[in-house]
């Protein structure tokens, strides 16, 4: 088993004080279904632990048979991982605060299998990355046992991210009731002027379906994990675009994107979003 690394800095490491944090809000009233997708920011819970509950509101009323975490990789894949580019881990789980959170780890050699130079179990990406740490007691919390698979990905060209599609398709094959959680904020730590145009445009993007890939290369968009964001929008069940429920700022929730021109601080903005989970009544 994997041991917490991250405690203190991202989330309480008491675990009553963790329960508190992550205790399930109402569901949403929005009929849903699976497979789908939420977007949750990383940060501590300071900053982030509105943003995260207003993401899990939007699914609370389903029942995934798996929940597939899919983060952000911030440092360089190491040489001898190449030309491997998404990770999942080597341990059956992790302990955080004194619960045990199990992966989906036959999932992950099915996958290893089927993509086994692009996909490879490596437990010190997920040492160093928290976002999955301070992520899992939520999906603990809102999904109780339910089986998680952890993947990391750092940016990705074009042929790597039609590998990371079918990545997910595959998933999607073998478990047709899976939640997607992809852990990405708006943008990277910028003053406050760029970061609002940066997340403003991340906004846009998510809204209207198109590449944040592109955005990436075209220094529109700062945002970390735009390669799992382009390759869930792929999926043939994903209705196009991402659905924005809400956007926050240091814990605080805005109507809109913007920022004051005298603003010394730097900021990052964190976005609640779902992809493909809404649909009407019948």
């Not at 580019?85 to 341990?91: A, G």
């Not at 196009?240 to 929730?253: P, V």
Request: overall charge negative.
């Amino acid at each position: 088993m994997l041991k917490s690394q991250h405690h203190m800095i991202f989330y309480p490491e008491d675990r009553t004080k963790l329960d508190e944090c992550t205790k399930p809000r109402p569901a949403s009233v929005k009929p849903c279904s699976l497979p789908c997708a939420v977007l949750v920011p990383h940060a501590s819970y300071s900053m982030v632990s509105e943003a995260l509950h207003r993401s899990f509101e939007q699914v609370q009323m389903l029942k995934p048979s798996l929940v597939v975490f899919l983060g952000p990789l911030h440092q360089e894949v190491l040489s001898e991982d190449e030309p491997a580019f998404l990770f999942t881990p080597e341990s059956e789980g992790i302990t955080i605060a004194g619960f045990d959170h199990l992966f989906a780890t036959s999932l992950a050699d099915k996958l290893c299998t089927m993509f086994p130079t692009q996909v490879v179990k490596q437990d010190s990406y997920f040492i160093e990355e928290p976002a999955l740490e301070l992520t899992l007691p939520f999906i603990q919390s809102y999904f109780g046992d339910t089986p998680t698979l952890p993947l990391l990905c750092g940016s990705c060209n074009r042929a790597q991210l039609a590998v990371y599609t079918k990545v997910l398709q595959a998933i999607t094959k073998l478990a047709p009731q899976v939640l997607f959680i992809v852990s990405s904020n708006a943008n990277a730590v910028l003053p406050a002027t760029e970061a609002a145009k940066h997340a403003a445009a991340f906004v846009r993007t998510l809204s209207k379906g198109s590449s944040l890939c592109e955005g990436l290369r075209t220094h529109t968009i700062s945002s970390c994990n735009a390669a799992s964001l382009d390759a869930v929008a792929a999926q043939s069940w994903a209705n196009g675009h991402w659905d924005i429920t809400a956007m926050f700022l240091g814990g605080k929730e805005y109507e809109t994107i913007e920022a004051e021109l005298d603003d010394p601080e730097k900021h990052v903005w964190h976005i609640s979003a779902t992809l493909g989970a809404s649909h009407d009544y019948q």
